[in-house]
């Protein structure tokens, strides 16, 4: 009786996942990073680190040692969700830089895995233009998605695995060392997933800056358009207080989330962490943890 009430229970929580799927895609707008999510999710203009594979390549290009990350969430703190995150930003000369990801996003109940969903991207950001006072760099992204709903070891359920290839494209342009701006398009080539009905991804577009007015201190700004959804707004703040410590304060619109974070520093090694409040769902803490060599 255990095993056929646990059945039922996966059947159900698997009917409620998929249930919920035509209400938003799949491969949906995460925020990968904890730096970033800290600053509202404005960071198309501030992807100098080894996030910025996931979030605008073209920044790779600032990125002068070889940069490695992770970082892990369960989003507005449900159990059942995960997020796990890797990356890696290799400065390769006069080519730029190359970098590489992936992202996990899994949903289980009790022990058994209803969902995941894998993102593998290879990533090169190179250096167009520069001279004293600016400088344009241009990036792209090949991400491989594959969309996986593993066999139920109880109920037998089999919904298969498909998996598809999308492009995207940045730029970053510098002016005068104290402002960045930067523009990035995900999923140019229209990617579809499934069959034989398939979904379409998630097209977005985003566009903001980055200011630091004074040393130590960076403001930015951001705004996304993601293809049959209302335009968000985002925009933070960071606070270098010593070299060891940052603070981070963001914002961001439709839903109004707000963000606090810090990062933390020690030699080569960086810890990030960043809390959002939801004005509705639980809370999400985000971990990340990195290394330069």
């Given at each position: 009786m255990t095993r056929i009430r646990r059945g039922r229970a996966l059947l159900l929580v698997a009917c409620l996942v998929l249930g919920a799927a035509p209400a938003h895609a799949v491969f949906d707008d995460l925020e990968l990073s904890p730096r970033a999510r800290a600053l509202g999710g404005s960071y198309a203009g501030l992807s100098g680190d080894a996030a910025g594979v996931m979030y605008n390549p073209a920044g790779l290009v600032t990125v002068g040692e070889q940069d490695y990350?992770?970082?892990m969430f369960f989003p507005f703190?449900?159990?059942f969700l995960r997020v796990n995150t890797l990356s890696a930003a290799i400065p390769a000369g006069n080519w730029g830089t190359?970098?590489?990801?992936?992202?996990?996003?899994?949903?289980?109940?009790?022990?058994?895995?209803?969902?995941?969903?894998?993102?593998?991207?290879?990533a090169h950001g190179i250096r167009l233009m520069e001279d004293i006072s600016s400088s344009l760099s241009f990036g792209y992204a090949v991400r491989i998605f594959n969309l996986d709903y593993p066999t139920q070891s109880v109920s037998g359920l089999d919904l298969g695995s498909a998996t598809t290839v999308g492009l995207d494209l940045g730029f970053v342009a510098t002016l005068r060392e104290r402002t960045t701006?930067?523009?990035?398009f995900t999923n140019v080539n229209n990617p579809e997933i499934g069959?034989?009905?398939a979904t379409d991804l998630p097209q977005r577009v985003s566009g903001g800056f980055a200011y630091r007015p004074y040393d130590g201190v960076t403001t930015?700004?951001?705004?996304?358009?993601?293809?049959?959804?209302?335009v968000q707004f985002?925009?933070?703040?960071?606070?270098q207080i010593v070299e060891e410590l940052a603070l981070r304060f963001g914002m961001s619109s439709k839903p109004n989330l707000f963000n606090i974070?810090?990062?933390?520093?020690?030699s080569r090694v960086k810890l990030d962490l960043a809390f959002t409040h939801h004005p509705v769902l639980d809370y999400t803490l985000h971990y990340g943890l990195g290394v330069r060599f």
């Open positions: 990350y992770t970082s703190d449900q159990r190359i970098g590489f990801g992936y992202t996990d996003f899994r949903v289980d109940y009790q022990d058994e895995v209803l969902s995941i969903e894998r993102t593998v991207s290879f701006a930067g523009v990035y069959e034989p009905v930015t700004a951001e705004i996304e358009k993601a293809l049959g959804q209302d985002r925009g933070g703040m960071e606070f974070g810090a990062g933390l520093k020690y």
